[in-house]
């Protein structure tokens, strides 16, 4: 049904490529949902958002089940034809049915729970969202097959837009949780109407490719649960045991320190997957792969989350508010632990690409199981929310040795290889997070500025470490060599424009024209 673009540059500058652009509008989103928020925090209270919190943790883990790696089993498939598109999207629209009665059944029950009749209402609203989701044009995913990650991600950009002037606009005239309740909605809705707009595939009722899909999407589900399971073990002790103002305390505080090493690390992971099925067969390169994107996972997560805990108070103070001060000592342990947590994405990517998902299922599990028998009762016993925060950053630290060792066993990476993927982002972080708290050590002043002046210092102590490591270890390839040739080429394509007295216009390589 389409055609796999195959990249005609080198994985590194394939993966900068693709990810700068994936990154630029992912950010996008993301900004969006940054700005949103920054108004929402003030105009509603924690309570508000505590209570949709706790709705989508029951509704989040339901609306898993039509999370069952259709799209990725088409994705990694070879030559999909017809019946699996309409068998993909035929699973989806039922399984969203059987979800949202599902919801309906389960609304009345969690008040027992949470002790806030407040919650059913809205899990009864949101089972609309999931009985409507599997609706969307399975066509779309040829977006990331043929590594088209502009149209890919302005799919999601549209949607999010009009989701946050709806939810504004309904947070200012309404004050309170239905805001965010109807502005989920509406983002469900036009990405359906989007997805059929953008896309001219139409999608029909099949059951004809059941056994192949499910035999691969099975283990993806069963993943897909576990992950999910693991990201709100904390937040389902939260909620059972403090309420909604703390519950949405703790889930703000974990969206707004754990969103610059997501945002960051997951495009950058969804560039390569679709390169990652079509080497499956080759160990070799497959480990090459693995290991180029664990060392941009490296960077891109030490940086983010250490120095989302060094700017943590001036972070809390400028972009939330005075209301959610009591949020600032949860911060650095949660980006810390969103930032260990980046390193797994690839090992997770390998399983399902080497066709062995029942791999990362396993592993997400075993990770599931740490969570509960340490976080849970720390919740009960301590009632405290950074005591909480830190035993998941300490479990997470635990648990990805672990990983690395499996992901090692089946691909064939050393502890060596691990060794020298990891030490120079690990070490330019501990630079960088040095030069943060010096500076604030003797700044007579916090605020805005000072929040400004260190992004900008630790940006600069973080790139210049890493340049000079990476320089005295003799220049090896790596993502530092993939940057620095980036940006040589484009300077020097733009110095021979201006030379030749015309604006340059650089030759488009097949991924970047495809993208």
């Not at 959610?324 to 632990?337: I, Q, R, Y």
């Not at 976080?375 to 909480?388: D, E, K, R």
């Not at 040095?434 to 940006?459: C, Q, Y």
């Amino acid at each position: 049904m389409s055609n796999r673009a195959s990249a005609a540059t080198s994985p590194g500058r394939h993966m900068l490529l693709g990810s700068a652009w994936m990154i630029g509008l992912r950010w996008s989103v993301r900004l969006t949902g940054v700005v949103s928020t920054i108004f929402l925090a003030r105009l509603l209270t924690p309570s508000d958002f505590g209570i949709v919190a706790m709705a989508m943790i029951f509704v989040g883990m339901l609306e898993l089940l039509n999370q069952t790696g259709q799209r990725l089993a088409i994705i990694r498939h070879a030559e999909p034809t017809r019946e699996h598109y309409d068998t993909a999207w035929t699973l989806s629209v039922l399984i969203g049915i059987a979800i949202a009665i599902a919801i309906e059944a389960l609304a009345p029950l969690t008040r027992y729970y949470f002790s806030d009749p407040r919650v059913v209402p809205v899990m009864q609203c949101l089972a609309l969202r999931a009985a409507i989701s599997g609706l969307e044009n399975i066509g779309t995913v040829d977006f990331r097959r043929d590594l088209q990650f502009n149209r890919f991600f302005a799919f999601g950009v549209l949607p999010k837009l009009v989701s946050f002037v709806i939810t504004l606009w309904l947070a200012v005239v309404l004050r309170n949780y239905w805001a965010l309740v109807v502005g989920m909605l509406s983002f469900q809705v036009v990405s359906i109407a989007l997805s059929y707009a953008m896309h001219p595939y139409r999608p029909r009722f099949s059951l004809t490719r059941v056994r192949e899909i499910w035999s691969f999407s099975f283990w993806t589900l069963f993943k897909f649960i576990g992950n999910y399971l693991s990201l709100q073990v904390d937040q389902i002790a939260i909620g059972g045991i403090a309420g909604a103002p703390s519950m949405g305390r703790y889930s703000v505080a974990n969206d707004v320190a754990s969103s610059p090493s997501r945002e960051l690390n997951d495009p950058m992971v969804a560039v390569l997957y679709p390169d990652m099925s079509a080497v499956h067969g080759d160990r070799a390169r497959l480990r090459d792969l693995y290991i180029r994107t664990l060392c941009w996972s490296a960077i891109i997560c030490a940086s983010a989350s250490v120095g989302v805990t060094c700017v943590a108070h001036d972070m809390v103070h400028v972009l939330l508010g005075r209301k959610w001060t009591d949020v600032e000592p949860l911060m650095g342990w949660l980006a810390l632990s969103a930032g260990v947590l980046g390193l797994s994405s690839g090992a997770y990517t390998t399983f399902d690409a080497i066709g062995m998902p029942h791999l990362g299922a396993r592993m997400q599990w075993i990770r599931l199981m740490f969570l509960v028998v340490t976080v849970g009762p720390v919740a009960w016993l301590t009632h405290n929310l950074q005591i909480i925060a830190a035993t998941r950053f300490a479990v997470t630290v635990i648990f990805m040795p672990n990983l690395f060792f499996v992901v090692g066993s089946a691909i064939g990476v050393s502890p060596r290889d691990y060794f020298h993927a990891l030490w120079r982002p690990m070490a330019a972080a501990g630079a960088m997070g040095a030069a943060i708290l010096a500076a604030n050590a003797v700044l007579p002043f916090d605020g805005l500025f000072r929040l400004m002046l260190d992004v900008t210092l630790g940006a600069a102590a973080y790139v210049g470490a890493m340049l000079g490591l990476w320089r005295l270890c003799g220049r090896p390839d790596t993502p530092e060599k993939d940057i620095t040739e980036f940006l040589r080429s484009r300077f020097a394509r733009y110095a021979h424009g201006l030379r030749d007295g015309a604006a340059p216009l650089p030759p488009r390589s097949k991924v970047e024209s495809s993208g």
